[in-house]
């Protein structure tokens, strides 16, 4: 049987996990990031090899996807505001020592992009945008069928789109990005402004708040929520795509964040294109980054590396 691993870092897990032809899961894990690079190489090794050993080395090829601004001519990642750790780090090199069968690399959000459009919730579209939204904003986007990388691989980068110029400091630099304005961090500090309060609550307590009616907690989502719809229009109006698919931990959230967005989405962009738009929830969770990483490894597996 050929099977595909694919590789999913983030700046606080790295999941991974091994797909058929089919593109079906056989086997799954998540495990902690080690902080430093050369530890994260260690454990992408012994990861490697468990799964070689469990698979009989059918693995044919792989798939890594790694956060931050990935460098496709260069194969790095230039800055990773979520995992400095492997910011111009030479991963080619580090992952040739141990791995023998041929792999790709790229931001581990047009990963699960991919994997959602192949085998999830953007199955059968052509074009889609999607978001994940944690304690940072990763995007991916398909135009007709492809994965758009841009000129130099570093498309996709909505969550620094400024959406309040005088809004908060950002780890890019930049201030009042999208990922400052919409994460899980957001709905916190927004929830103790309103609340005139200090203390520090969990994003699942407040949204248990405001599935009891608090006041605070309600107007923390509806201005979030404003701000997430704000992005919406934005991808809305540039590309009138198909679909919009949103995940990530925040959207778990979701039925206090999505009316505030979708109203803010609709009043902001043009109502054609709007009423085309679908905007849904992804359907692969925080499996689509490993398993786009693998489906892409097996698309890709006859072609040059890119
Ligand atoms: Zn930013």
């Not at 023998?100 to 047009?110: M, Q």
């Not at 992009?113 to 889609?128: R, T, V």
């Not at 964040?257 to 109502?271: D, I, N, Y």
Request: charged share 20%; glycine share 12%.
């Amino acid at each position: 049987m050929e099977i595909y691993a694919g590789f999913d870092l983030g700046g606080t897990y790295l999941k991974y996990g091994v797909i058929d032809t089919q593109g079906r899961v056989l086997q799954d894990d998540t495990v902690n990031t080690p902080e430093e690079v050369e530890e994260l190489f260690l454990l992408l090794e012994t990861v490697w090899d468990n799964i070689q050993s469990l698979h009989h080395s059918n693995i044919k090829a792989a798939g890594f996807g790694f956060p931050g601004i990935f460098n496709a001519r260069e194969q790095r990642i230039i800055q990773s505001p979520n995992c400095p750790q492997i910011d111009g780090h030479a991963l080619v090199p580090s992952l040739e020592k141990f791995i023998s069968v041929p792999f790709f690399l790229d931001n581990e959000a047009n990963f699960a992009a991919y994997g959602e459009y192949k085998a999830g919730a953007g199955k059968g579209a052509q074009s889609l945008v999607l978001l994940t939204i944690g304690t940072g904003i990763g995007t991916g986007i398909i135009l007709s069928g492809q994965l758009w990388q841009g000129a130099c691989g570093f498309a996709g980068e909505l969550g620094h789109v400024t959406v309040n110029p005088t809004g908060e400091k950002c780890s890019c630099g930049n201030r009042g990005c999208l990922e400052t304005e919409v994460s899980s961090q957001k709905i916190v500090s927004c929830y103790e402004q309103y609340r005139e309060s200090k203390e520090e609550l969990a994003a699942e307590e407040i949204a248990r708040r405001a599935a009891n009616g608090d006041e605070a907690a309600l107007q923390t989502y509806s201005q979030v929520g404003s701000y997430l719809g704000i992005g919406l229009s934005i991808i809305i109006n540039l590309l009138n795509p198909e679909k919009i698919l949103l995940g990530g931990g925040v959207m778990e959230s979701g039925e206090w964040l999505l009316p505030a967005a979708f109203e803010e989405a609709k009043r902001r962009s043009f109502t054609a294109s709007y009423n085309c738009c679908l905007i849904e929830q992804t359907q692969l969770g925080n499996k689509a980054g490993f398993i786009g990483a693998a489906l892409w490894a097996r698309d890709h597996l006859t072609k040059p590396r890119s």
